[in-house]
């Protein structure tokens, strides 16, 4: 089984989609699919498609939204030869019915999320060990699994929800990793384009400015760094009333100072120190 859930959400037996169109059983199969080859709770499972207030009926309810993931996996493994043929899986060898919840077997197929935790992995462990460009190289092909946000078709609930966000954080860590690395190996002009990009999405951001105010410096425009220095801070007090941290401070006077080797040294204090927007 292939499952793809970084962005829109694609499940695939045998080639086939097994996703359904109607909205709760997708929340049933989303929540599966994160957590392939693990038991899933019916007390999860009934938070994500009711909160706190489930109807009376909600076993026999969930029971039939599996019967519905089932028969699509059943009609993709008919399409892949017989589903019994002393080697075959059936439906309920897919999702299988366990003591207190439901797992999906992904036998020996990909998930994204797991090639993207094993390549930013690799990614982080590079930096720890100087190697930039190694660290660039596989960061960026954790961030290229992403064609959106997690789940980004599915009706969340709290637990798709909850998940969304830590996948989203461990996305944003990779990408101030791999930026921080590009940065070291001087390829800051490559970078405005998508730091000017990344800032205005995330504008409280505090590691995407420092490192999008080390790059407008290095690539001779002192003047807009200050001011992208400027436009954090408004907004920081404005909204928050807090002023930038120590480390994105220090950077600001370094380049006030036109101190450029100083300058490059302070991002990767300044990593890290994010408040998100």
Known sequence: MNIKVLGSLDVRENGVSVVPTAPKPRQVLALLALHADQ???VAALTEELWGATPPRSFRTTLQTYVLQLRELIAAALEAGGPQRDGQG????????????GYLLAGGDGTSDVREFERL????????????????????????????GPPFADVQAGEQLQTEAQR?????????????????????????????TVL????????????????????????SEALEAYQRLRA???????????????????????????????????????????
């Open 39 to 41: 038991v899933v709770s």
């Open 89 to 100: 899986r059936t439906a309920k060898d897919v999702l299988v019915t366990l003591p207190g």
């Open 120 to 147: 930013a992995g690799v990614g982080h462990r590079a930096m720890d060990a100087g190697d930039l460009p190694g660290a660039a190289r596989q960061l960026s092909r954790a961030l290229a699994l992403w064609s």
């Open 167 to 195: 996948l989203e954080e461990t996305r944003l860590c990779a990408l101030d990793q791999r930026i921080e690395a590009d940065l070291r190996l001087g390829r800051h002009r490559d970078l405005l384009a998508e730091l």
């Open 199 to 222: 800032v205005n999405r995330y504008p409280l951001h505090e590691t995407l400015r420092g490192q999008y105010m080390l790059a407008l410096h290095r690539s001779g425009r002192r």
């Open 235 to 277: 907004v920081l007090v404005r909204e928050m009333g807090l002023e930038p941290s120590a480390e994105l401070r220090r950077m600001q006077r370094l380049i006030l100072r036109a101190e450029p080797d100083a300058v490059s040294e302070q991002v990767a204090g300044v990593t890290g120190q994010r408040r998100s927007g």
